[in-house]
């Protein structure tokens, strides 16, 4: 398959290219062509063809659009250059699009190289190829002539395809035929409409065919210039085998030993707040006299003293006397009346339940 490629050549170096030699050429229509590094269907290209009607030497180099559009095509419809940009080699003998142009409308397109891209899953990478010592390409070709509805006759080409060489299988099943020598161009382009061209219908075999991969861009026809043929670096996908996997899973688990090792370490650290935090609770044993004072110096010197240090009684009780809260500040702590009624000594005098309903006649009853 081709469906893209290079040519920025002059139209005088066509005929060259094709190994013309000394034949008269006669160009027609070659202002319409637009030298390119990405030329799709649609586009002009210089084509090479034999004069009609006349049997000599002269060749004709004439502008045509690339994409087959048969004489039989309606004029009333729409051009479609994508349809039969390529035709099989091996199906022009068959198709009647391609049968009835191959006694006289072969033709020679050249180019200096052109695009295929290689499949990998979903994404496409393209590749550039080209002659070793940059030699224009020869494509086999067929032409053909259709009047549109406003009267106007527009050449169409398109260019034969064969099965892949050994060398580009990997890339692409099918690739043009390349005419690669003099004698092969001459075949082609002047050969009698009896003869079988079978012989040159076939993969470039040659080891001067080279490639490499370029941009992605490649895939819009709108991006040209010599961006189009610059080599690029393709990042290679590396297998690596399933151990891999299991080593830089225990090499993680090892290198995460060390930190859960020291976080036991510490565990000072987590139960200090812990005791802190616990020490306002002792303040609703203030008001037990005899016995909560003990409780509360207790639970005060297990947080704050350390026992190892010795003579410390005077330090516990003027510590004692400064956190010794009043029952005046015990209710400013703890607003709530659940804490005041808890705050208040057993001496003071609480309304009994009696005292809610009064002295009335279901009182006196039972008094």
């Known amino acids: 398959m081709c469906g893209r490629c290079r040519c920025s050549l002059r139209p005088d170096d066509i005929p060259r290219s094709c190994n013309l030699g000394n034949r008269p050429v006669r160009f027609v229509d070659t202002d319409r062509y637009r030298p390119a590094y990405n030329v799709s269907p649609g586009s002009n290209l210089p084509v090479v063809r034999r004069a ?29 250059y994508y349809r039969m940009f390529n035709a099989r080699s091996e199906s022009i003998g068959e198709k009647a699009s391609f049968r009835r142009l191959v006694p006289a409308n072969r033709c020679l397109v050249v180019v200096e190289g052109f695009y295929e891209w290689k499949k990998d899953g ?124 299991f080593a830089k899973s225990t090499k993680t688990e090892n290198q995460s030993e060390p930190y859960i090792i020291t976080a036991h370490k510490k565990p000072a650290i987590t139960e200090k707040p812990q005791s802190l935090k616990e020490e306002p609770a002792t303040v609703d044993c203030i008001d037990h006299q005899s016995h909560s004072d003990k409780v509360c110096d207790e639970s005060k010197s297990n947080v704050s003293t350390p026992t190892s240090v010795s003579d410390t009684s005077h330090l516990k009780r003027e510590y004692d006397e400064y956190r010794k809260p009043s029952v005046d500040e015990a209710d400013k702590q703890y607003p709530s009346p659940a804490k005041r009624k808890a705050i208040k000594s057993a001496g003071d005098k609480q309304k009994t339940l009696f005292s809610y309903f009064g002295k009335g006649k279901y009182y006196d009853r039972y008094t």
């Open 52 to 80: 009609l009607g006349a049997d000599g030497e002269e060749v004709v180099v004439q502008c045509m659009k690339w994409g087959l559009i048969p004489s039989f095509t309606k004029k009333t419809e729409k051009p479609d």
């Open 122 to 245: 979903s994404k496409k990478q393209p590749y550039y190829i080209y002659l070793k010592d940059e030699r224009p390409l020869v494509f086999a070709a067929l032409y053909d002539s259709w009047k549109n509805s406003e009267g106007e006759i527009q050449y169409t080409f398109t260019i034969l395809t064969t099965s892949s060489s050994s060398a580009l299988g990997w890339l692409h099943d099918r690739m043009p035929v390349i005419l690669g020598n003099k004698g092969s161009t001459d075949e082609w382009l002047d050969g009698h409409s009896s003869s079988k061209f079978d012989s040159l219908l076939k993969p470039y075999e040659e080891l001067d065919l080279v490639w490499y991969p370029v941009t992605p861009a490649m895939g819009k026809p709108s991006f040209d210039g010599p961006e189009c043929i610059k080599e690029i670096q393709i990042k290679t996908n590396e297998t690596k085998p399933i151990s891999m996997f």
